[in-house]
């Protein structure tokens, strides 16, 4: 499976995409508190670990910052 762009989708967007091809989304750098306050809605992906096309396999995590 290749990862998909998600850069520029906001952090619930991703989410979603992410869910329904079998991959997670980890927010790099965040505490699960800050997590659970963050506006997911709003928030923009500016990077993602593994960069997309790389092949990986269904249930890795994507890595995102933003």
């Given at each position: 499976m290749?990862?998909?762009n998600i850069i520029g989708l906001s952090i619930k967007e991703?989410?979603?995409i992410l869910k329904e091809i079998g991959l997670e989304?980890?927010?790099d750098?965040?505490?699960e508190e800050d997590e659970?306050?963050?506006d997911k809605?709003?928030?923009i992906i500016k990077e993602q670990i593994p960069n997309e096309?790389?092949?990986i396999n269904k249930g890795?995590?994507?890595f995102v910052k933003y």
């Open positions: 290749s990862v998909p991703a989410e979603k989304l980890s927010i750098g965040i505490t659970e306050t963050l809605e709003n928030t096309g790389i092949k890795n995590k994507i």
